[in-house]
């Protein structure tokens, strides 16, 4: 399962050596959790987050009412 890779940035700066990690593993075992990578890409403003429950747009998943 390798067509979807994600690239992670070294260290604690965008300027580091970056290095791709598999979306998912190639072997998922069953019954193990799995936790992907989070990649910062931004928040939402104060009022959307509060509104959402969440800053993060990479967490917020809408849920039908």
Known sequence: M???ETLIF???SCSGPSIAIPVMP???QLAQ???PYQV???IFPPMEGLNKGTVFPEL???YPV
Do not use: C, F, L, V
């Open 2 to 4: 390798k067509e979807r």
């Open 10 to 12: 070294a260290g604690n």
């Open 26 to 28: 190639d072997s998922p």
């Open 33 to 35: 959790t799995y936790t």
């Open 40 to 42: 910062y890409s931004g």
């Open 60 to 62: 917020y998943r809408p």
